[in-house]
């Protein structure tokens, strides 16, 4: 791999993993569409399996492709490599299932995104494997929750919906005194805006869904562990459960991320706009973003994040009833689930993203039932104002 990592995110995004194909000179990575790699003789496959001869053998295990992909998003986030699924979800419980045993115990965000918290609570029980959910903004909560068999320490931030933050610094020296490994879902910040391996986290998690790949078009994960052991935990544990990315799909994604740097930039700008216009509308009683002063954890924003992302969550004075009837009427971002792609989107995460966590979880965690979640996309910022004000006047 072309040696980047003095360089800038807007170079890497394009630079990084990518060298001319060494036998056309493509200057775009080649689909390397292939389910299997031909050896010239027994000897060569059998050193191959045995690891003593570099080279690729099933694309399960790797790929020329995939491993382009893999490279780009371990030298944007500064890990030691990466291991790429066929989703966000298969790189979370591929995690979950390589770190943890009958017997463990997970600490996590309580706003997290609502399939991973609904697949901790409901599959991990039945290998023996126990969760607590907390608001992990504060300290405190983690401690008291921490046992000799918690294992993992995980969070999402900026958290999906409330827009959340959790203090990853802080929680990598506890997860430090704890001998816990400290994971951090890094999807809602991008790595152009956030790093937590340097702040101290094991392993960075991605659904390269959304603001990596950024054109809802691609469902994927990636796995970014820091140190080469949990890097060979982590492989391995993927190519044994088999959520392996496909060529193409990471072929789609490494096209896409080369625009990262100025899609985020782009709607993060929009973002702030529209929250600043949403904060000061009457009819909105409530705007949550990290780059508004009226954030609770602003300043951990300011110190931990590059920028403050392109995720809004806002609720109505006339709460729900009032909600629905705007988000049936906005006209430019569209009605769906997902987020981070050029386009805006909206959703109502008690009812849709979060609909599988229960009533009493959802109120824990902050995910009430006027919230409107709002992924910013790169569109003219005045076509999503007007637009956004024009469903205000529905209600
Ligand atoms: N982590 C976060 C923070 C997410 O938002 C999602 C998906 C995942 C992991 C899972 O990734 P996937 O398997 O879908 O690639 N979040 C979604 C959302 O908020 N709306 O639709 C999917």
Redesign the pocket.
Known sequence: MKEKKDKSMETKVIHSGQEPDPVYGGVSVPIYQSSTFAFQSVEQGAARFAGLEKGYIYTRIANPTIKALEDRVASLENGYGGIATS????A?STIIFGLLEKGSHLISTAS??G??RVMIENLLPRFGISADFTDTSNLDNIRKLIRPTTKILFI?TPA??TLVLTDIAACATLAQEENLTLVV?N??ASPILQNPLDLGADIVVH????FLNGHSDV???IIIPRDEETYQKMHKTMTLLGGNMDPHQAWLVLRGIQTLAIRVQKSQENALKLAQFLSSHPKVAWVNYPGLPSHPQHELAQRQMRGFGAMICFGLKGGYEAGKKMINSVRVATLA???GGVESLI?HPASM?HAGVSQEEKEQAGITEDLIRLSVGCEGYEDLRSDLEQALEKD
């Open positions: 989703s966000g979800m298969a979370i997290v995104y399939s991973t999402e999906n919906p879902d999807t809602f659904s390269v869904t959304k469902v994927g994960g689930v997902s987020l959703q993203t």
